[in-house]
């Protein structure tokens, strides 16, 4: 059964950092592409970041480019979220989530709260 395990999430003063941690078990982690996704009180999950399987192009939601930083690892079938200057609009549960032409997968998700 195929798993996608996030980590990282917490609460952080406006302006911190937090490093999100996606770990997969019991699939080919190479062949999927990765992408965080977000998901507030009362709004839609949304696309946030992107990586392609080789991890040699990646993607960004306008309201994140430039402080948030998608990377994976194959070898250790994981992928992060690097977030910086995190606002309190940065709020929400961010998912993890494997996806190719055939199939695919969710996290559970991880709570980021951003407040003073």
């Known amino acids: 059964q195929v798993q996608l395990v996030e980590s990282g999430g917490g609460l952080v003063q406006p302006g911190g950092s937090l490093r999100l941690s996606c770990i997969a078990s019991?699939?080919?982690?190479?062949?999927?592409?990765m992408n965080w996704y977000r998901q507030a009180p009362g709004k839609e999950r949304e696309l946030i970041a992107a990586?392609?399987?080789?991890?040699?192009?990646?993607n960004y939601a306008d309201s994140v480019k430039g402080r948030f930083t998608i990377s994976r690892d194959n070898a250790k079938n994981t992928v992060w979220l690097q977030m910086n200057s995190l606002r309190p609009e940065d709020t929400a549960v961010y998912y993890c989530?494997?996806?190719?032409?055939?199939?695919?997968?969710w996290g559970q998700g991880t709570q980021v709260t951003v407040s003073s």
């Open positions: 990586i392609t399987p080789t991890g040699g192009n990646t």
């Open positions: 019991q699939v080919t982690f190479r062949r999927y592409a």
């Open positions: 989530n494997a996806d190719s032409w055939t199939s695919s997968y």
